[in-house]
Every structure is written in structure tokens, then in C-alpha cells.
């Protein structure tokens, strides 16, 4: 089983970065995508962005595209998201999830079958 930690949440003002951290354990060489998802209150569970962990490619929604980056470090089995420019509307709980078997709908949160706790992010106006 592959465990998944967040850290890095908070609350920021519109226009502010922040880095969300996932750390994972467990048999990590089993993971083909990391990725990150959001919820806001309301409304379903989103894709954000995901990594191709062997290789490195990436992968973005058009909400976060420039602003968001992506990012692993093998060693650590650790990946990272990297938030711009904050808007309010990135306010939600997110979540890191690890998938660990192929197949190309990365950006479905079906197809992950490890989820990590989550972390709030809250974007103030």
C-alpha cells in the first residue's frame, strides 16, 4: 500500500504562492502518476495536475496552466505543487493521489487508487 502525506496549506491573499508538498511511502517503484486534485465546498473533486513519475511529463488543467507547476524528487518520493499568482477561485482542499497502474486518464480521479489526506488552501480577495 502507498501512503500519502500533504503539507503546506494555508491561507494567502490573492496574488500569493504557495507549495504543497506530497510525500509518499510504501512501495513507491509500483507509482506510474502522482497528481494532484481540488474540491472546493459544492462542487466535485477536480483535476489540477499530474506527473509522470518515471519519466517526468506533466500534465495541467487549463484553469492552472502558467501558474501552476508540477514537480518530483525521486529520491525523496516527494512531489510538489508549485502555486502562482493565487486566485479565490483556487480555494479548496487538495488532495495528492498516486496511481499504480498505466493508463492515460491521468486527469480522472477514478483511475488513482491511492489518496492522500488533504490540505486546505484558502485564497483570500
Known amino acids: 500500500q502507498v501512503q500519502l502525506v500533504e503539507s503546506g496549506g494555508g491561507l494567502v491573499q490573492a496574488g500569493d504562492s504557495l507549495r504543497l508538498s506530497c510525500a509518499a511511502s510504501g512501495p513507491t517503484f509500483s507509482m506510474y502518476y502522482m497528481g494532484w486534485f481540488r474540491q472546493a465546498p459544492g462542487k466535485e473533486r477536480e483535476f489540477v495536475a499530474a506527473?509522470?513519475?518515471?519519466?517526468?511529463?506533466?500534465y495541467y488543467a487549463d484553469s492552472v496552466k502558467g501558474r501552476f507547476t508540477i514537480s518530483r524528487d525521486n529520491a525523496k518520493n516527494t512531489v510538489y505543487l508549485q502555486m502562482n499568482s493565487l486566485k479565490p477561485e483556487d480555494t479548496a482542499i487538495y488532495y495528492c493521489?498516486?496511481?499504480?497502474?498505466?493508463?492515460?486518464?491521468?486527469?480522472?480521479?477514478?483511475?488513482?487508487?491511492?489518496w492522500g489526506q488533504g490540505t486546505q488552501v484558502t485564497v483570500s480577495s
Open positions: 506527473i509522470r513519475w518515471s519519466e517526468g511529463s506533466t
Open positions: 493521489a498516486a496511481k499504480t497502474y498505466l493508463s492515460a486518464d491521468y486527469y480522472s480521479a477514478s483511475s488513482y487508487n491511492y
